[in-house]
C-alpha cells in the first residue's frame, strides 16, 4: 500500500491504511482519531474534500546501489 497522507485545515489529517484487510482511510484531528471511513464520500461527510493537500509519499530512502526508475 502506498500509504497516502493528506493535509487540511484545523489540524486534520486523513492518511490510507489497513484494516482488517481492507485499505480505509484515517481521519484524525489534532494528532487524535476522529473515524475510519471506506470511501472518500465517507470522508467527504467529516472534512470538506478540497481543503484537503496531499503530501509527498515519505518512506524508506533506496538502498545504495539501487537504480531509480524514471
Known amino acids: 500500500m502506498t500509504g497516502r497522507h493528506w493535509r487540511g485545515e ?4 486523513v ?3 489497513t484494516l482488517r484487510g481492507r485499505e480505509v482511510f484515517r ?9 475510519y471511513c471506506a470511501t472518500l464520500e ?6 470538506p474534500l478540497d481543503t484537503l ?4 509519499a515519505t ?8 537504480a531509480e526508475e524514471d
Not at 465517507?42 to 472534512?47: F, K, L, R
Not at 518512506?59 to 539501487?66: D, H, K, S
Open 10 to 13: 484545523h489540524g486534520v489529517e
Open 15 to 17: 492518511e490510507t491504511t
Open 27 to 35: 481521519v484524525t484531528k489534532d494528532g487524535y482519531f476522529v473515524a
Open 42 to 47: 465517507d470522508v467527504a461527510a467529516i472534512v
Open 53 to 56: 493537500t496531499e503530501l509527498p
Open 59 to 66: 518512506g524508506p530512502a533506496p538502498e545504495a546501489g539501487e
